[in-house]
Nanobody, 115 residues
Framework: VHFVESGGGLVQPGGSLRLSCAAS????????MSWYRQAPGKARDLVAS????????NYADSVKGRFIISRDNEKNAVYLQMNSLKIEDTAVYYC?????????WGQGTQVTVSA
């Protein structure tokens, strides 16, 4: 299982970013996918999840109405569109899959929201 995440960066409050996670090494279209984030000194928390068919999506309360998770099963990729970013969204963002009894994580992409 391997992920390549991209799209992070520095953005001002109120701005937008789109994170991408390209997956390989497993049957992507059969698995639910998730985005997590970890701020310095804090636990890694679930941000959003999407089922294998993209029919069901769940969001942390802190990002509801601002973030949108999506996936493209033809491209083996999952995305996180982040709008109306806040300073408290600053974190390293990770994509994750639970595959054959184990969690697999991407390397993470840094998102910094600062004026």
């Amino acid at each position: 299982v391997h992920f390549v995440e991209s799209g992070g960066g520095l953005v001002q409050p109120g701005g937008s970013l789109r994170l991408s996670c390209a997956a390989s090494g497993f049957l992507f279209r059969a698995y639910d996918m998730s985005w997590y984030r970890q701020a310095p000194g804090k636990a890694r928390d679930l941000v959003a999840s999407i089922d294998s068919t993209a029919r069901r999506k769940n969001y942390a309360d802190s990002v509801k109405g601002r973030f949108i998770i999506s996936r493209d099963n033809e491209k083996n990729a999952v995305y996180l569109q982040m709008n109306s970013l806040k300073i408290e969204d600053t974190a390293v963002y990770y994509c994750k899959v639970y595959h054959r009894g184990s969690n697999y994580w991407g390397q993470g992409t840094q998102v910094t929201v600062s004026a």
